[in-house]
Each structure stands twice: as structure tokens, then as C-alpha cells.
């Protein structure tokens, strides 16, 4: 940070934490441990850019003695908004986890051929195992089991869509702050 100013490094991480998003954006059911890899270690390299950088643009105008009290309260803040960040995007996947789920509910209604063909085929497989009732049942069970992970897996790919935006509108917003100076005490 003694050689690049903080704002660029900012902009290079957000840049970065946009790219893995959208990375996860593209996620579908089979999904493997393999495929969250490199998204995974390119939102870990991006972190530590974003948190090192904005300590030092936050702090960076500083005289050496409030530096102690400025940490104080950066932390706090960081805490708070990381806090709120978890909340929010919490309540963005459930909610979006009801409004997919409707939809699709809603696609699957009785007369649907496909919805029909399905549940036979599964009563079919079940009767193997159980009665024709518990059979047809557990058919019911498994496609709602079927629902609701595809529409839990489409409020995350919302979710994470939408963190690519709001990265992506935070490269921009990084040069509105004003540029840390580079001398001793404080850091940059």
C-alpha cells in the first residue's frame, strides 16, 4: 500500500469479489465441492485486499494519536455492517426462496400432463417398496423434496447475483474517497 494508492486496490478487490459472485450466480443442482473451489479462493484472495485497503483509506488522514480510538470504532462499524450484510442477505434467500417456490407451485398444477406423468412414474418406483397409498405418498414427498431444493437453489443464485451487483457498483464508488496520504505514522 506504500506503492499503490488504496482506492486502486479497492476497485481490484471488489472487481474480484463481482467475478466470484457471478461465478456462484451460475451454480446449478449438481453442483460438486470442486465447482465452489475457485470461487471460494477468489473471494479469499479479494477479502483481505477490502478490509487491509478501506483500514487504511479510514484511516489514512489521521493524526497518529486518534489512530487507536479510529480502530476502535472502524471495527465496530465493520462488525455491525457485517452484522447487517448477514441479515440482509438472509432475508433476500428466504424471501426469494418463497416467491421461486410459488412460482413454481404454481406451474405444477393438477391438470399439468408432466405433473401427472411424474407423480405415476414415482408411485410406480414406490409401490415397489411400500403399498399403493404409502407408495403415492412418498411419490407427493419427493417431488416437493424435488421443489423446494431447486427452489432454494434459486434464491442463492439471486442472492449471489445480487452481491455481483452491488460489487460491481462499489468499484466507481471507491474513487469518491479521498486519497490516504503516505507518509509515516499512519498507514495509507
Not at 469479489?17 to 477468489?42: E, M
Not at 442477505?89 to 406451474?107: F, G, K, N
Request: charged share 15%; proline share 3%; glycine share 8%.
Amino acid at each position: 500500500m506504500a506503492k499503490i494508492d488504496a482506492r486502486l486496490l479497492l476497485a481490484f478487490a471488489f472487481a474480484l469479489l463481482c467475478a466470484a459472485n457471478l461465478w456462484n450466480g451460475g451454480l446449478t443442482l449438481q453442483i460438486s465441492p470442486t465447482s465452489l473451489f475457485w470461487p471460494i479462493v477468489l473471494t479469499g484472495f479479494a477479502f483481505p485486499f477490502v478490509f487491509v485497503s478501506l483500514s487504511g483509506v479510514a484511516m489514512g488522514k489521521l493524526r497518529q494519536e486518534e489512530i487507536g480510538n479510529a480502530s476502535g470504532l472502524y471495527n465496530l462499524l465493520r462488525n455491525l455492517g457485517g452484522s447487517v450484510g448477514i441479515a440482509v442477505a438472509t432475508t433476500l434467500t428466504q424471501r426469494r426462496l418463497q416467491a421461486h417456490r410459488s412460482e413454481m407451485v404454481h406451474a405444477l398444477s393438477a391438470p399439468s400432463l408432466v405433473l401427472r406423468q411424474q407423480l405415476i412414474r414415482l408411485t410406480d418406483y414406490m409401490r415397489l417398496h411400500a403399498g399403493p397409498v404409502k407408495a403415492s405418498l412418498r411419490s407427493v414427498a419427493l417431488l416437493e423434496r424435488m421443489l423446494n431444493g431447486q427452489a432454494q437453489l434459486w434464491a442463492y443464485v439471486d442472492v449471489f447475483r445480487y452481491m455481483a451487483v452491488v460489487s460491481a457498483l462499489c468499484v466507481p464508488v471507491v474513487f469518491v474517497l479521498k486519497r490516504a496520504r503516505r507518509s509515516g505514522g499512519a498507514a495509507e
